[in-house]
């Protein structure tokens, strides 16, 4: 049977780094396996938030690679302040923290560009894609966002092709998303995001979600939604690999100090206040525990965050490396005694999956989550008896279980163990979206 042509158009690609550009990346590597050719179309000169050489060796050898340019308003939006560059990546200062320029800045990108800064390569891009699909047989055309101006492509070219087959792929929600309400959205501008989203998912043939709730939400909403969670790729596991009779990842190598580490970026609206007083109160009452903690950041972290732990005990235990290669991340992830994820605190927020927890299963250490209440990331969680899901108003049942965990490590008895991990592997995943396509 001739392989079928899939279509993807995604804003982030290699060098691009973090989470973003990974679900497509991994997809588009597994997919000649089960008869489907992708093709990227990306923009020629994007205005990423982080760079990852690392990825590059990810690309599948031959891939077509459409690029086109792109005019995006986030270099002049940086000259004028700064702290603007957090926008690329959906962060933003809140309350005591916003300057009246970031309250300007953030009420320009939330009104002016609907749904967001690219939305200047919509047209220029319809206009290019409708003669490529003239021109080529392609059988599936995929919209990944955010940035959801993205969908707005795919909206406009199945409007143009009828019987074009489109999927949505959201990897984060659209209105749904915690920062949309920091958005200083008048009420016009608000009815717009909600009807362009809306007009995406009654016309794309499939949307899909990152997790179970999303994909819930989008029914609820008129999509014909499934949930692909993200994933873990076993190639990326530095040499170790998981074994698949007790999908049990053993590291070869440990920290020599209880180490709690966060991989990744980490904004204001997902900090873990309650952690970072539990973390003190244990180095304050414990000398043993402050004589072997180590707090290490790996990513992006916000200034006002880390100015708020250095005027604290913990800043003697911290251990910051700044942004590295997907590669070196994973190397530390894997010298870690435990795995730190946050994600927003509103109940609105229960259904994002931030992409790491995959990279962290696979690990198999032990994992400490924080956000709403039963949240996804809490039943995958249970579900691979991976680690524990505390909110943000925990913090005496956040101090015991970093104790308990403390005190296995001081024994030699912190086990490696997870159960249940395989239906993540990205190769797993590929073949649930190849069913789909099929």
């Known amino acids: 049977m001739e392989p079928k042509k899939i279509l993807i158009i995604t804003y982030y690609w290699p060098p691009a780094g973090g989470p973003g550009v990974q679900r497509w990346l991994k997809f588009a590597k597994y997919l000649p396996d089960f008869g489907w050719i992708p093709i990227i179309y990306t923009p020629e000169n994007p205005s990423y938030p982080l760079l990852d050489e690392s990825l590059l060796k990810d690309i599948p050898e031959n891939i077509e690679v459409i690029k086109t340019k792109i005019w995006e308003p986030y270099q002049l939006a940086e000259k004028l302040n700064k702290s603007n560059k957090k926008f690329k990546a959906g962060q933003f200062d809140v309350g005591q923290h916003q300057s009246w320029k970031s309250k300007l800045s953030i009420w320009v990108r939330g009104n002016f560009f609907i749904p967001d800064a690219r939305i200047f390569w919509v047209k220029p891009s319809v206009k290019f894609l409708e003669k490529y699909l003239k021109e080529n047989k392609i059988d599936v055309v995929v919209t990944s966002g955010p940035p959801h101006s993205l969908h707005l492509i795919g909206l406009n070219l199945k409007n143009k092709f009828p019987t074009l087959k489109w999927i949505a792929d959201f990897r984060d ?30 016309n794309a043939d499939i949307t899909l979600a990152t997790s179970y709730t999303d ?16 994933g873990f790729d076993e190639s990326d596991s530095s040499g170790n690999a998981i074994e698949s009779n007790t999908e049990t990842f053993r590291p070869s190598n440990t920290s020599a100090k209880f180490t709690l580490s966060y991989i990744g970026v980490l904004e204001q609206l997902r900090n873990p206040e309650n952690l970072w007083k539990a973390l003190n109160e244990l180095i304050k009452n414990s000398k043993e525990f402050a004589e072997n903690f180590t707090l290490k950041f790996v990513g992006r972290i916000d200034d006002k965050i880390l100015n708020s732990i250095d005027n604290s005990l913990l800043k003697d235990h911290i251990q910051n490396l700044g942004y590295l290669s997907h590669d070196k991340a994973i190397d530390e992830m894997a010298t870690s005694s435990l795995l730190l994820i946050t994600n927003f605190p509103n109940d609105s927020s229960k259904g994002i999956i931030p992409g790491k927890i995959f990279e962290y299963l696979a690990t198999g250490k032990q994992i400490i989550s924080f956000g709403p209440s039963e949240a996804d990331v809490s039943k995958i969680l249970k579900e691979t008896h991976a680690g524990k899901h505390f909110s943000y108003e925990d913090s005496e049942s956040v101090k015991s279980f970093i104790m308990e965990k403390f005190d296995l490590w001081k024994n030699g008895q912190l086990e490696n163990n997870t159960g249940n991990i395989t239906q993540f592997s990205r190769k797993t995943l590929t073949k649930k979206l190849a069913d789909i396509l099929d």
């Open 173 to 202: 929600p659209w209105t749904e998303i915690s920062y949309y309400k920091h958005l200083k959205l008048t009420q016009n501008s608000d009815r717009k995001h909600r009807q362009l989203e809306s007009d995406v998912f009654k």
């Open 215 to 230: 994909a819930e939400n989008f029914r609820k909403n008129g999509a014909n939604a499934f949930c692909i969670t993200n």
